[in-house]
């Protein structure tokens, strides 16, 4: 982990260095101003930024915590029914008066196996057999669909060719090698939060996600 310091600068025999991005000790002295000032604010930005991130981690934690324990006292009281739960334990906890909510979501977490190739290759195939005739929508999408960016595959975009209705033997084949690509591994829990002014206003999200803020 990076040294989050006030202070960059190390003291060796003597003189005084800071670390480049090699490792390598540069003396002070050579250090250009404006490597300094960048060094020195970057820092500040980082130990709020770290000190918030553990805020935010400790709130998740307690947040959780407390829903459970509400959940617990519910099935304490009228039995193992009563818990709040919908599809895969999504979940809804609303106050009194309507005016606020928090909801709990469980996503799958998802991995798409080696027949996601074949898919791909089907599809191209049927692209190249359809020319001219295919939708130009069709093709952006499965271009949309199979662009990796950052070695990522677009979910959202192979998920949307499924929704496709395309009445074609080879297209529901790679349709089908498709769905077998796809494998849960896992789910994750997401917390929302929502607040408006009166019980019949629309909803507005309590942004914590700092890239939506």
């Avoid at 952006?140 to 950052?150: D, G, K, P, Q």
């Amino acid at each position: 982990m990076s040294d989050l310091s006030n202070d960059p600068v190390v003291e060796l025999n003597g003189a005084r260095y800071m670390r480049d991005a090699r490792g390598a000790y540069v003396p002070v002295e050579q250090v250009k101003p404006a490597d300094k000032l960048e060094d020195e604010v970057v820092r500040k930005v980082m130990r709020f930024a770290r000190e918030l991130s553990d805020q935010i981690a400790r709130f998740r934690g307690h947040t959780f915590e407390d829903l459970n324990a509400f959940q617990s006292l519910l099935e304490q009281e009228y039995g193992a029914d009563a818990r709040k739960g919908g599809r895969k334990g999504n979940t809804t906890f609303q106050s009194y008066d309507g005016t606020m909510k928090v909801q709990v979501a469980i996503a799958d977490l998802i991995v798409f196996g080696p027949s996601l190739q074949t898919a791909k290759k089907l599809i191209d195939a049927c692209l190249i057999e359809w020319g001219g005739e295919s939708r130009p929508e069709i093709r952006a999408l499965v271009n949309s669909a199979f662009a990796v960016e950052r070695g990522q595959i677009n979910r959202a975009g192979l998920f949307g060719l499924l929704r496709l209705d395309i009445d074609d033997a080879r297209w529901a084949s790679a349709m089908q090698a498709l769905r077998d690509a796809i494998r849960v591994i896992g789910t994750k829990s997401y917390l929302r939060f929502y607040m408006r002014e009166t019980a019949d206003a629309p909803w507005a999200a309590v942004t914590i996600d700092l890239a939506a803020a």
